[in-house]
């Protein structure tokens, strides 16, 4: 399995950006898929969910501004962030679970200027 993330970059606050993360070696369709980020000095932390039946869940700080959308005819989650904020800033991983092993992209680093 393995995850190819990227769309990270400097942005201003407020500003926009979409990551996308593409997939191979799994079948995706029938997977949740996630996306985490690890600021400066914290830990990786849940951002945002999508089941394979497009149900989303985010964490509480993104609601509102972040959406995760997937297309399973490309094996690709996506994630649109709006209204960004120097909080924001961190390094944004895709995420699958496949046989209770989790598989992470590279990472892709968002930095948010104030």
């Known amino acids: 399995v393995q995850l190819q993330a990227c769309g990270g970059g400097l942005v201003q606050a407020g500003g926009s950006r979409r990551l996308t993360c593409a997939g191979s070696?799994?079948?995706?369709?029938?997977?949740?898929m996630s996306w985490y980020r690890q600021g400066p000095g914290n830990q990786r932390e849940l951002v945002a969910t999508?089941?394979?039946?497009?149900?989303?869940n985010y964490a509480d700080s993104v609601k509102g501004r972040f959406t995760i959308s997937r297309d399973n005819t490309k094996n690709t989650v996506y994630l649109q962030m709006n209204s960004l904020k120097p909080e924001d800033t961190a390094v944004y991983y895709c995420n699958v679970v496949v046989n209770r092993a989790n598989y992470w992209g590279q990472g892709t680093l968002v930095t948010v200027s104030s």
């Open positions: 999508i089941q394979m039946d497009g149900r989303t």
């Open positions: 070696g799994t079948i995706f369709w029938s997977k949740a």
